[in-house]
């Protein structure tokens, strides 16, 4: 029974197109992060959504739009893709009270290529 | 602005052989700190964290790591290596003081670890 489960894992597209990745968590979390994992293994995060709410944008480009339908939900929807998109993208989740941080738990990623 | 640094991209140890990763952070607040391990075309994992408890902390798999304020320092180690621990480890932090209050990731740029026999 997968906690963050994302779709498709792999996504191979050519530059121009309009593309979305699902996720879906099924923890009962309040909050949601799309992460991105570029070529080097480096990790950031990219948005955060607490209760459908986005509080998190990291100086993403527009492009990127992130929609939350309900809080189990977070889309990531990326417009005209660049070959610099091309990257690993990890879905997350966390449950977070008063002052405590909690872990995040992330999603197999979607391997996403530009051609 | 928070950060975290690890030292050394590759790790190379005997099976058998103590595994040190090291990780140091920069937080102007006291920081919760996290360990998270990525096995090939797999998501990340939670090993460890600290979240201001005790500064010696036990994860899963053997691994444990100790919080050293002093030295800004949260390094990860095994006593024995095992070839199922060769994966890529990532240390993290979260600033308890992080105004949008929520798990704002930072990571380090990964140590990748080969076990070999």
């Known amino acids: 029974d997968t906690a963050v489960s994302q779709t498709p894992k792999y996504l191979v597209t050519q530059m121009g197109n309009d593309k979305s990745i699902k996720c879906e968590q099924n923890?009962?979390?309040?909050?949601m992060y799309w992460y991105k994992q570029d070529s080097k293994k480096f990790l950031k995060i990219m948005f955060s959504y607490n209760n459908k709410e986005l509080i998190i944008n990291e100086t993403v480009p527009n492009r990127f739009s992130p929609k939350s339908p309900d809080k189990a939900h977070l889309n990531l929807h990326i417009n005209s893709l660049e070959l610099g998109d091309s990257a690993v993208y990890f879905c997350?989740?966390?449950?977070?009270?008063?002052?405590?941080?909690?872990?995040?738990?992330f999603g197999q990623g979607t391997r996403l290529t530009v051609v | 602005a928070q950060s975290v640094t690890q030292l050394g991209s590759h790790v190379s140890v005997s099976e058998g052989a103590l595994v040190l990763l090291r990780c140091n952070y920069s937080s102007s607040v006291p920081p919760y700190l996290f360990w998270y391990v990525q096995y090939p075309n797999q998501g990340l994992q939670l090993l460890l964290k600290?979240?201001?408890?005790?500064?010696l902390v036990k994860g899963i798999n053997g691994f444990e790591a100790e919080f050293k304020k002093s030295e800004t320092s949260f390094h990860l180690t095994k006593p024995s290596a095992h070839m199922s621990d060769a994966a890529e480890y990532f240390c993290?932090?979260?600033?308890?003081?992080?105004?949008?209050?929520?798990?704002?990731?930072?990571f380090g740029a990964g140590t990748r670890l080969a076990v070999h026999p």
């Open positions: 997350a989740s966390s449950q977070v009270g008063g002052q405590m941080n909690t872990e995040a738990f």
């Open positions: 600290y979240t201001s408890a005790a500064t």
């Open positions: 993290a932090v979260t600033p308890m003081g992080f105004s949008g209050g929520y798990n704002k990731l930072i």
């Open positions: 923890l009962g979390h309040d909050t």
